[in-house]
């Protein structure tokens, strides 16, 4: 690996960390509780959080769970990371800044949404 590759990963290591410490604080979420909730120190944790140290695969998928963040936008804009499909990245910064209770909202209606396109394609396909 090369070190320009070596510098972007790094940069993207840093930018994930960023985004999960920012959804802590949005939630009034301590590192103490959060790294309690997850399995592993306090320090460690905080350490994740300044990008210092590598966030284990399996931790980052519970991490977002706990707090309640989907793992797409976490990483959403970064190199090489898959998006959701039709979602613009513009879409994904606002729900970003939208407060902890919000995002719920949003999700829920999404979910839905969702659900509601399946039951009225249930019912052409019915017909």
Same mark, same amino acid.
């Given at each position: 690996?090369?070190?320009?590759?070596?510098?972007?990963? =790094?940069?993207?290591?840093?930018?994930?960390? @960023?985004? $999960?410490? *920012? =959804?802590?604080?949005?939630?009034?979420? +301590? /590192? +103490?509780?959060?790294?309690? +909730?997850?399995? /592993?120190? =306090?320090?460690?944790?905080?350490?994740?959080? &300044?990008?210092? !140290?590598?966030?284990?695969?399996?931790?980052?998928?519970?991490?977002?769970?706990? $707090? +309640?963040?989907?793992?797409?936008?976490?990483?959403?804009?970064?190199?090489?990371?898959?998006?959701?499909?039709?979602?613009?990245?513009? %879409?994904?910064?606002?729900?970003? !800044? $939208?407060?902890? %209770? %919000?995002?719920?909202? /949003?999700?829920? *209606? $999404?979910? &839905?949404?969702?659900?509601?396109?399946?039951?009225?394609?249930?019912?052409?396909? @019915?017909?």
């Amino acid at each position: 690996m090369n070190s320009s590759s070596r510098n972007n990963r =790094a940069a993207q290591k840093v930018a994930i960390a @960023e985004r $999960l410490r *920012h =959804a802590r604080q949005m939630r009034n979420l +301590k /590192v +103490k509780t959060l790294a309690a +909730k997850l399995g /592993v120190r =306090a320090d460690s944790l905080s350490q994740m959080e &300044l990008g210092r !140290q590598t966030i284990p695969a399996e931790l980052l998928v519970d991490w977002c769970s706990e $707090l +309640k963040e989907p793992l797409l936008l976490i990483a959403e804009g970064i190199a090489g990371t898959p998006w959701i499909e039709g979602v613009p990245p513009r %879409h994904a910064r606002l729900y970003r !800044q $939208l407060p902890p %209770h %919000h995002r719920q909202l /949003v999700l829920d *209606h $999404l979910e &839905l949404v969702a659900q509601l396109g399946g039951m009225a394609t249930a019912g052409i396909a @019915e017909e």
